[in-house]
């Protein structure tokens, strides 16, 4: 396929691609403890089950309940969605409009994601829904090639 006739989509797939290998590899590399990559690994494949259950918001407000900063695995999941969803905002992204995009340099709560589902209107909710849904596909593959655990057939 000529390179100047590439869709956007397929762009925007890539984007997202290399988003989540960059949040994988840190993840595996900030948690030293095959334990804790481990429970990273397990997060992130049965979080959209918990998106599609609760819903995004309750799905985010019970990671943040149990994040303890970056520390742990939820307060990393809850920080590289947050900034996927908000911070994302490089100029290299043009295919890429974070749902919730910050208006204030200086708005950096630590809920601030949470703020902004319940400030918003159900369209943002959806974009953001999807958004999350399908970095966290990516993540999911990543994060299972890069475990250490031994492979089960499922």
């Given at each position: 396929?000529?390179?100047?006739?590439?869709?956007?989509?397929?762009?925007?797939?890539?984007?997202?691609?290399?988003?989540?290998?960059?949040?994988?590899?840190?993840?595996?590399?900030?948690?030293?403890?095959?334990?804790?990559?481990?429970?990273?690994?397990?997060?992130?494949?049965?979080?959209?089950?918990?998106?599609?259950?609760?819903?995004?918001?309750?799905?985010?407000?019970?990671?943040?309940?149990?994040?303890?900063?970056?520390?742990n695995?939820e307060?990393l999941?809850?920080?590289?969605?947050?900034?996927?969803?908000?911070?994302?905002?490089?100029?290299?992204?043009?295919?890429?409009?974070?749902?919730?995009?910050?208006?204030?340099?200086?708005?950096?709560?630590?809920?601030?994601?949470?703020?902004?589902?319940?400030?918003?209107?159900?369209?943002?909710?959806?974009?953001?829904?999807?958004?999350?849904?399908?970095i966290?596909?990516?993540?999911?593959n990543?994060?299972?090639?890069?475990?250490d655990?031994?492979?089960?057939?499922?």
């Amino acid at each position: 396929m000529n390179d100047m006739h590439q869709s956007i989509h397929k762009t925007l797939d890539q984007i997202r691609a290399g988003k989540a290998w960059a949040f994988v590899k840190a993840a595996k590399n900030q948690f030293k403890k095959h334990d804790d990559y481990d429970k990273y690994v397990s997060l992130v494949k049965k979080f959209p089950a918990i998106i599609n259950n609760n819903g995004l918001g309750q799905a985010l407000a019970f990671i943040f309940s149990k994040a303890k900063k970056t520390s742990n695995p939820e307060g990393l999941l809850f920080a590289q969605l947050q900034e996927w969803l908000i911070d994302n905002q490089d100029g290299a992204l043009k295919p890429y409009v974070p749902p919730y995009p910050r208006k204030n340099s200086h708005e950096s709560p630590d809920d601030y994601l949470l703020q902004c589902i319940m400030k918003h209107n159900s369209s943002f909710y959806l974009h953001a829904t999807h958004e999350s849904m399908s970095i966290l596909d990516k993540m999911r593959n990543f994060a299972s090639g890069l475990s250490d655990s031994p492979k089960k057939e499922e």
